[in-house]
């Protein structure tokens, strides 16, 4: 009974940290274009920010997934777990790239 309460926790920690990236990501996607019509529309800065905003909801996406790793109860699952936190991370790298160029 404990280890299942425990699993259950650990999992609404997880789906609340999966939801605070998915706001972040959400948020910048709406509010950064509406930010760029008010301030002046520069591609650039435009970019620039959504890629910031974007790798900071990634990594609240990748903890909730190294936090699910805990409850994990076999290898596919695991596995299934490292490839997306793998394709997040290139996600994120890419992210940094796009961000770091200058245009």
Same mark, same amino acid.
């Given at each position: 009974m404990p280890e299942? =309460?425990?699993? !259950? =926790?650990? %999992? &609404?920690?997880?789906?609340?940290i999966? =939801?605070?990236?998915?706001?972040?990501? =959400?948020?910048?996607?709406? &509010?950064?274009?509406v930010r760029a019509l008010f301030e002046g529309f520069d591609i650039t800065k435009v970019r620039q920010r959504l890629a910031?905003?974007?790798m900071f909801g990634l990594e609240f &996406?990748?903890?909730?997934d190294i936090i699910r790793v805990?409850?994990?109860s076999d290898i596919y699952e695991l596995s299934r777990l490292a490839l997306i936190v793998i394709v997040r991370i290139v996600l994120?790298?890419?992210?940094? %790239? !796009?961000? &770091? !160029? %200058?245009?």
């Open positions: 299942n =309460f425990i699993g !259950e =926790f650990i %999992k &609404l920690i997880a789906n609340l999966d =939801f605070v990236g998915i706001f972040i990501v =959400f948020a910048a996607v709406v &509010l950064i274009p910031l905003q974007m &996406l990748i903890a909730a805990v409850i994990v994120g790298l890419a992210l940094k %790239k !796009e961000m &770091l !160029e %200058k245009y």
